[in-house]
């Protein structure tokens, strides 16, 4: 403020105001501010039209007798004598006004405010015009005429120039003329008018910040003393006239009633924006300041003053809603429809979902109700009104907003410290959680006229529309549950599962059908598939059996006892057949008329046949692995209607990969020099020659593995080949039969080895972990690659890692942890000794435990067996123990990781029935629970162990712990004693080397 300006009061002193829209909301706080602040203004004009029959001196004296002039009206009395109404209407030319009335404003007024505005978002663009913008024209053409007009102040809004990501302080151009807007309209019918409308708005939301942007374009060429207030959301006043005074049910007021009623139960709104909102009395005391700047400063352009929050004092629309339904709930209104929970959300279609159940089916019902009681429905009204409302504010409430006030800040230090009180427009001193109390408080006394002695009574109809509410949220939330699991339920079963219809009328043929995985895919075809036409098995004979007494014997295993309920022993036998034949052999050693029938049946090949001992000799190695495979291959590219040939790898082929792609890698050697090599040579010479063969490679099964998949990728470019590669697998996770298996290998050999009590000791990196994958999960990869590659033409993905540590990692020590507490809760029968032992990192220390722990009471434990008169065993179990540890120390101490995009692709094209009856995922894998059927089922099926043992099982741990313990005891009694009978000796050795030492020294 300059040293000689007035002050805001004083530069009023005696100058007469003229103001439009005195009569709503703004200008009825305006006035009264007016009145009390500048006491000595001189009269104040108020442009008032005729409404519903009375003339503007009956509407005037109708005003001054409500709020909030009453206490004004008891006090001051004196003050409103200075309050003047004048017949008119902005809209008309003159305002409206009589010759008199227009004589006296244009020698007497020197301020004006321009507050008349129709506000509605959603009125038509001609009265739209007719108010803001010709009503604008109006008074100008007035205020020209004006002898001693000082100051005019146009009340604009934030949100006119919508388009600009930053409203500025400063003049925004209009798409079109205002006068040519004008004109238009009046030349236009009403009926082309609103068809051409959105043409016209452009960018702009509503006709109502269209029409306020030719308004500040006319104020920008009118060559008045104009300041511009543009205010952003006008919400109920802060101090004055009273605090939470407000009028009408626009904005924030509407949403507040309505959810606080219970009516609006979802708005469309992004939470964490902000809500730049303004209390009422700041933007009039902005108003009153910026009429006295430009009284003072005389502009040549208007000054334009963006009052906003912008930022000083955060709200966000989520606080807003937290803080307004606390007070709501606090101090609740009269006559509420349902308990209060609302929310908001930037989700369109959750809202709209949200409107439907939760407002308008509520809506129907009690409208319904009052139909039938013999009332006048009137809530589904409500709705469509409130639902049109929403709908407008949705614009605003879904994008940022971002404005400029720094003439607005400005405005504030050019306040003496007096106005600065009087005039209070600082928003970083206001508490929103106290402003939004006296809100909602405003809005039960000012607006539904609620007397604060009806709050005792609001609360106990709220408390009981809670109860009900619960009690109805229960419901409903039962009944949507039970709803959805049924139409899910309903749903899964009508969908189809596309890989059995892609399977129905194929006959296949499977390699290593007699296998661990190849068992579990033959019985996965009988039981989920059972529209294959024929699954043919390549068979050969075994230990004195042939291939169809083998088949039977598979037949009457365990892991075949569902489906053989499910489909009966003969329909099994008469969907699979056997193949006499060996992959190892030349031509694989099928008969002619076999390996005709082959070419002319089979579309699809599973070649899974290999020897999976990682100590086999490289010639056999060679011969079952990589010639099988090209012998495979061979007959591949003789069958006519061959789909698709799948080669079962391994993820361990490549392992100088330390992390696997899913695609070919070149073979370590050339493969048919291999096996040429290997056909000629003597066994003794291949032995001799296996390390050099190898190279880097730890066994003779990665390398012929690596092998096989150089053969397959040669025969891609003439066969519709793909290479699968499995990890680890282990045992079944779920179907049919959890923890089921048939061999020791990996870790079941792992967990029954430390079970038993015979393996103590591992070389192995504790934090390292390996990859592996339930048998069930690894067929239902293959199914589904299948699928992917013939029903989904998906030919580009040839190589599928069957893997798991991208979703689960699973190190040793948990592997060790989890097993040891299984087997304490499981354990197996004759154990030898109380499970225990641990791994070592260092080789050396585990050398000398195997000594201690394995070898040592092996020995021991043989001698006594070979006493007692039996065959010892415990040192030919160590030394197999053994072996199998050289060839596992490699893997634990080594570590990779695997890419296994392709499966996810699968499983993401896979609907809902699918994705249950070929799970390929481990999402909601147990571990605990999954260690401990694996046990369970390796004492059944493989150690031949029944339940009922498991008491006896139990008994004899007790016994080995206690055996354990009592040993360790004596051992370690022993060790002292030992050592204590050994220190004299050992002392009087170190004492007699001392002397000899100084003796020799003094020498």
């Not at 209060?340 to 369109?348: A, D, E, H, I, S």
Request: hydrophobic share 40%; glycine share 6%; net charge neutral.
């Amino acid at each position: 403020m300059g040293i000689n300006e007035p002050t805001i009061p004083e530069w009023f002193e005696k100058r007469n105001v003229f103001i439009t829209g005195a009569t709503g909301f703004m200008g009825k706080v305006l006035l009264v501010k007016l009145l009390t602040s500048c006491r000595n203004i001189g009269n104040i004009y108020i442009l008032v039209r005729e409404k519903k029959g009375l003339d503007s001196q009956a509407r005037l004296q109708s005003m001054l007798q409500q709020e909030p002039f009453k206490q004004l009206q008891e006090k001051h009395p004196e003050y409103l004598k200075k309050v003047i109404a004048m017949s008119g209407d902005s809209t008309l030319d003159d305002l409206g006004l009589s010759t008199v009335n227009k004589g006296q404003l244009i020698n007497e007024i020197s301020v004006i405010f321009n507050v008349a505005a129709n506000v509605k978002f959603d009125i038509p663009l001609k009265d739209a015009v007719a108010m803001n913008t010709k009503g604008t024209k109006n008074l100008i053409n007035l205020a020209k005429q004006m002898k001693n007009l000082e100051s005019l102040v146009h009340v604009s809004t934030s949100f006119t120039h919508c388009s600009e990501p930053v409203l500025e302080e400063k003049m925004y151009s209009s798409p079109m003329s205002p006068d040519d807007v004008m004109t238009l309209i009046e030349l236009v019918d009403n009926k082309t008018l609103e068809l051409i409308t959105p043409n016209i708005l452009g960018d702009f939301p509503n006709t109502y910040a269209y029409t306020k942007s030719l308004g500040e374009d006319l104020m920008n060429k009118s060559k008045l003393p104009v300041g511009v207030a543009r205010p952003s959301i006008v919400t109920a006043s802060w101090k004055e006239p009273s605090p939470g005074w407000v009028e009408g049910l626009n904005g924030p007021t509407g949403l507040t009633i309505g959810g606080a009623k219970g009516v609006i139960r979802s708005v469309l709104c992004d939470e964490n924006l902000t809500m730049d909102c303004i209390p009422c009395d700041i933007v009039i005391n902005a108003m009153i300041g910026l009429a006295w700047r430009v009284g003072i400063e005389k502009p040549d352009k208007p000054i334009y003053m963006n009052v906003t929050e912008s930022g000083e004092n955060l709200l966000t629309w989520g606080e807003a809603l937290g803080y307004g339904r606390k007070h709501a709930l606090d101090n609740p209104f009269s006559g509420i429809l349902w308990y209060p929970r609302g929310q908001l959300t930037k989700n369109y279609y959750f809202h709209i979902i949200a409107v439907f159940f939760l407002q308008l089916l509520p809506a129907y019902f009690i409208d319904l109700m009052l139909f039938v009681t013999g009332n006048k429905p009137f809530l589904t009204r409500v709705q469509a009104k409130i639902a049109s409302g929403l709908k407008l504010l949705h614009y605003y409430t879904m994008k940022p907003w971002v404005f400029k006030n720094d003439r607005f800040r400005q405005l504030r230090k050019e306040l003496s410290s007096d106005d600065k009180e009087t005039f209070f427009i600082d928003t970083s001193t206001l508490s929103w959680d106290n402003y939004l109390k006296s809100y909602v408080l405003g809005i039960r006394k000012f607006v539904l006229k609620e007397d604060p002695s009806t709050l005792p009574h609001s609360r106990k109809i709220l408390m009981i529309y809670w109860i009900v509410d619960i009690l109805f949220m229960s419901i409903i939330g039962i009944l949507l549950i039970w709803g959805i699991i049924k139409m899910t339920e309903t749903k899964i079963e009508e969908l189809p599962d596309r890989i059995a219809d892609m399977f129905e009328g194929k006959k296949i043929l499977i390699t290593g059908g007699t296998g661990f995985l190849g068992k579990v895919l033959v019985e996965k075809f009988l039981r989920c598939i059972p529209k294959i036409e024929k699954i043919y098995l390549l068979v050969r004979p075994k230990k004195g059996k042939d291939p169809k007494h083998r088949l039977d014997e598979i037949f009457n295993s365990a892991l075949f006892e569902k489906v053989k309920n499910q489909r009966g022993l003969e329909t099994m036998h008469k969907t699979v057949g056997i193949v006499n034949g060996d992959v190892s052999l030349p031509g694989l050693g099928i008969s002619i008329e076999d390996r005709n029938m082959l070419c002319e049946k089979i579309s699809i090949v599973y070649h899974a046949a290999a020897t999976v001992r990682f100590d086999e000799l490289l010639k056999r190695a060679v011969l079952l692995n990589t010639r099988g495979t090209r012998n495979m291959l061979d007959l591949a590219k003789e069958m006519k209607n061959l789909e698709m040939f799948a080669h079962i790898s391994t993820a361990y082929c490549h392992l100088e990969e330390k992390v696997l792609e899913e695609k070919p890698y070149p073979p370590p050697a050339d493969p048919h020099k291999i096996i040429k090599c290997v056909e000629w040579m003597d066994d003794d010479v291949v032995e001799a020659m296996t390390a050099k063969i190898l190279g880097n490679l730890p066994n003779t099964y990665a390398f012929t593995k690596a092998l096989s998949e150089g053969l397959v990728e040669e025969s891609m470019t003439v066969i519709p080949s793909v290479i699968l590669r499995p990890s680890i697998v282990i045992p079944v996770w779920k179907e049919p039969i959890p923890g089921w298996t048939d061999n020791m290998n990996g870790p079941t050999g792992l967990l029954i080895g430390a079970g038993k009590g015979v393996i103590r000791t591992m070389h192995c990196d504790e934090r390292g972990y390996a990859d592996y994958l339930p048998v069930d999960i690894a067929v239902n990869a293959i199914l589904g690659a299948t699928w992917n590659f013939i029903y989904c033409k998906d030919q580009s993905r040839r190589v599928y890692n069957l893997t798991s540590s991208r979703e689960f990692k699973v190190t040793w020590r948990e592997i060790i942890d989890r097993g040891r507490k299984v087997t304490e809760k499981v354990p197996l029968n004759g154990v030898v000794w109380y499970p225990g032992g641990s791994m070592k990192q260092s080789k050396f220390v585990h050398n000398i435990c195997v000594l201690l722990f394995h070898m040592i009471p092996a020995y021991f434990i043989d001698t006594m067996i070979f006493l007692a008169g039996h065959k010892p065993i415990m040192c030919r179990v160590h030394r197999r123990i053994q072996k199998g540890f050289e060839v596992f120390e490699y893997y634990a101490n080594n570590q990779w990781d695997f890419e296994n995009d392709n499966i996810t692709v699968i499983r993401n094209k896979f609907n809902e029935r699918e994705k249950i009856n070929y799970q390929l995922h481990g999402d909601d894998l147990d571990l605990d629970d999954y260690f401990e059927a694996c046990i369970r089922a390796a004492r059944i099926y493989i150690l031949n162990e029944p339940p009922e043992t498991l008491p006896a099982a139990r008994r004899h741990m007790r016994v080995m712990w206690w055996v354990d313990v009592i040993t360790k005891i004596m051992f370690f009694v022993l060790l002292i004693y030992t050592l204590s009978s050994w220190s004299e000796s050992f002392r009087a050795l170190l004492i007699g080397g001392w002397v000899l030492i100084a003796n020799a020294i003094d020498v």
